[in-house]
């Protein structure tokens, strides 16, 4: 069974700080992952996605990257600022039509 | 760009009631997931559905039922709700390799 790990569970930073959240997986065989963000008590804003043939994708301040082999993928978010504040998750997808599987998210704060 | 309307947005009921979350993918679409995300929690799989079919199962109570209908959106039908049933329900496509969630609809038991 997929077990998906996020590390830290919480970041607290000022403003203008580079910041890394990390993900974790136990099963390689993945389809894809994805990043989400998630504004408390909002739904789930993709953020990028990587394919498992990919190591990594960017999106302005954010880049995501992906090791399959050793099951971990990082967001790098570069310069953050007081609006990314939220919690962000990653998910993994497997084979076919698999559900996605979550870590249980990194609830970040940054301080202005 | 594909997308999930979720209705409603705000649902409050009392133990014991009885629920329908909707769920209408744009553009419709074969295959529909269901998440719960309790507070605090991350979102957790319930249930999905192919071509109207069930082709998955997660950790959905026997309370809780679900089906994809002829126009391909999806109900989510929850039976005597407890307390803690209270959450966050979302419905989920994939569109190719991109997973897209609707806004989701908070539930409140009291």
């Known amino acids: 069974k997929q077990e998906v790990t996020q590390i830290p569970a919480a970041l607290s930073v000022p403003e203008g700080e580079n910041l890394v959240l990390n993900c974790s997986f136990t099963?390689?065989?993945?389809?894809?992952l994805q990043w989400f963000r998630q504004d408390p008590g909002k739904g789930l804003t993709s953020l990028l996605l990587?394919?498992?043939?990919?190591r990594e994708q960017t999106s302005g301040r954010l880049n995501a990257s992906l090791d399959k082999s050793s099951g971990r993928s990082t967001l790098y978010i570069a310069a953050s600022q007081p609006g990314d504040s939220a919690t962000y998750l990653c998910?993994?997808?497997?084979?076919?039509?698999?559900?996605?599987?979550f870590g249980s998210g990194t609830r970040l704060q940054v301080q202005p | 760009a594909a997308g999930v309307i979720q209705s409603p947005r705000h649902l409050i009921k009392e133990k014991r009631e009885t629920a329908t979350l909707k769920c209408y993918p744009i553009?419709?679409?074969?295959?529909v997931y269901w998440y719960q995300q309790g507070p605090g929690q991350d979102p957790q799989f319930l249930i999905s559905?192919?071509?109207?079919?069930?082709?998955d199962k997660g950790s959905i109570p026997d309370r809780f039922s679900a089906q994809q209908f002829s126009d391909y959106h999806s109900e989510l039908n929850m039976s005597s709700l407890e307390l803690g049933d209270s959450a966050l329900y979302f419905c989920?496509?994939?569109?190719?390799?991109?997973?897209?969630f609707g806004q989701g609809t908070r539930l409140t038991v009291v």
């Open positions: 559905f192919y071509e109207k079919m069930q082709s």
């Open positions: 998910a993994v997808i497997g084979t076919g039509r698999r559900a996605l599987t």
């Open positions: 099963d390689s065989a993945i389809y894809n």
């Open positions: 990587i394919q498992s043939s990919q």
């Open positions: 989920a496509i994939r569109e190719g390799t991109e997973a897209f």
């Open positions: 553009p419709r679409h074969d295959t």
